[in-house]
């Protein structure tokens, strides 16, 4: 079923409801940013631009705190039902997801002070094709939302996979590499951190993504629209 | 009582078949089937005019008493047509009661207000048996703990509330089989009203309960099934908890989310 073109009765209704989307697009484009700003720090050893992206973190959990607020009083005040109570259902549980993502991206920031720069770590490389990757993974699941597209709140859950697939060539590369170089250790744990938290990045972007699809088709995703488990744990050899 | 069943061969409490009715020329319900069992209360929504409140009429035949009204196909009560010739209107009344929007006791005392079924239908031997009966009853629609002291006040003297609850003591009273309500809260405050939500969730599966109701979240409360009617027809029929938060149809959507034109 597509989405209602019709008005609410009560305008103030639609007023809220075109109010929430909008803080989501913001709290949503604000996390895409942290990453993006976290990676270009990293790579330039951008210790301003680092602190930058821990600073604006508040501004995502504030924005956070303002969805949670306006969705209680919506539901409490206009009594949503269907397409209404499902969207202001998934509005809450995604703005605590994007507030996840924030606090990735503030982690990766303040690793960036921590990694000297001018150290080469080959799989390091890696990171900034996976980057890209998962902030596409983020860019998506918002576009889904803000289009009310479930068959791309699907395509992302299946691009998942790609960010998985980086995350886990990355961590076995990391490792060979910190045992053949013990001098880079130090190093190498934060990029493997770093490469963990895209990592999570791009699963919180899957929870969007199911989060669009149940508000747009009533049913949550089937398990086989996901990609694989990534968060099962592989052995460090393999 | 194979040969009492409905056509169909099924158990339904009540099932309508195609259900057409008329005020003069103009078609009020075209066409409308809907089966309604013991298990579960039934809520029938649907914007002012859509038929609801003359579809449920049609179950007790409440509808003989509007001169103009004329109702085609089959509404049965365990299978037995209910506007065959045979079925004697008044015990039909007896099985398949009815609440109203405005609580309407009759100018009598309490007691008598429940009474006055049992002793029309002769359902009380004697005075002993009549006393139970008139407790039972009002223990059942939850009064007698606030009017037990007091039998022989008149019923109109009660709060609007306890009104309701009392005309919901004397359809009991009957003991009928199914219970048709039409916004039974319309004219309750939260509280009243929440009485009465509590007292339908206590009869259900006693009695078979079909209720109007033009207060969404109330339909949600009190039911297990929902139908949305929308010009003389079902839209949708559905468990309630899926009606409310994933409806099928489109107007069905736009009607619960408040969109309806």
Not at chain 2, 138 to 153: C, F, H, M, Y
Request: net charge negative; hydrophobic share 40%; with cysteine.
């Amino acid at each position: 079923m597509n989405p209602s073109q019709n008005e609410h009765t009560i305008k103030a209704f639609d007023s809220d409801l075109i109010t929430l989307r909008g803080l989501i697009a913001e709290i949503g484009g604000r996390a895409e940013k942290a990453v993006e700003g976290a990676m270009t720090a990293l790579a330039n050893h951008d210790l301003a631009l680092a602190r930058q992206v821990v600073e604006g973190d508040a501004r995502i959990d504030a924005l956070e705190d303002q969805i949670d607020r306006l969705v209680i009083q919506t539901i409490a005040l206009r009594a949503p039902m269907a397409d209404d109570l499902r969207e202001l259902v998934a509005a809450l549980k995604i703005s605590g997801v994007v507030e996840r993502m924030g606090d990735y991206a503030k982690n990766i920031a303040k690793r960036v002070a921590l990694i000297e720069p001018g150290q080469y770590i080959e799989p390091a490389t890696l990171l900034p094709a996976m980057a890209d990757a998962t902030r596409q993974l983020v860019d998506d699941a918002f576009t889904a939302f803000a289009r009310r597209d479930a068959d791309l709140a699907v395509a992302v859950c299946a691009q998942d996979k790609t960010v998985d697939d980086f995350y886990n060539s990355i961590f076995r590369a990391l490792i060979a590499h910190m045992i053949s170089h013990p001098e880079h250790v130090g190093a190498g744990t934060h990029l493997l951190f770093i490469a963990k938290n895209l990592e999570r990045i791009g699963d919180h972007a899957t929870n969007v993504s199911e989060m669009v699809y149940f508000a747009v088709t009533g049913q949550s995703m089937n398990e086989r629209e996901r990609g694989d488990d990534a968060l099962a744990p592989r052995p460090a050899n393999a | 009582m194979l040969d009492k069943m409905a056509p169909t061969g099924t158990s339904h409490k009540m099932s309508a078949r195609d259900v057409r009715v008329f005020y003069g020329d103009k078609e009020a319900i075209k066409g409308v089937s809907i089966d309604i069992d013991m298990d579960n209360v039934v809520a029938f929504i649907g914007p002012s005019g859509c038929g609801k409140s003359t579809f449920l009429r049609a179950f007790n035949r409440m509808n003989d008493t509007i001169p103009s009204a004329r109702v085609q196909g089959d509404i049965t009560l365990d299978g037995e047509n209910i506007y065959s010739n045979a079925m004697d209107v008044v015990q039909l009344r007896a099985r398949v009661g009815m609440v109203f929007q405005k609580p309407n006791p009759f100018p009598k005392s309490i007691y008598d207000n429940v009474a006055y079924g049992p002793r029309i239908h002769g359902l009380a031997p004697n005075k002993t048996d009549l006393d139970q009966i008139v407790e039972n009853s009002l223990i059942r629609a939850g009064l007698w703990n606030e009017v037990k002291d007091r039998l022989s006040e008149s019923g109109t003297a009660l709060s609007g509330g306890q009104q309701q609850r009392l005309c919901i003591a004397r359809a009991i009273a009957v003991d009928p089989e199914v219970i048709l309500m039409d916004e039974p809260c319309s004219a309750l405050d939260p509280i009243a009203t929440a009485k009465i939500e509590e007292l339908i969730h206590a009869l259900r599966g006693r009695y078979a309960i079909v209720i109007v109701t033009h207060n969404m979240q109330q339909a949600a409360r009190v039911s297990q099934k929902t139908a949305f009617f929308h010009l003389g027809t079902i839209v949708e029929y559905g468990d309630t908890s899926n009606i409310f938060t994933n409806p099928r149809e489109e107007r069905t959507r736009d009607y619960i989310t408040g969109r309806y034109g």
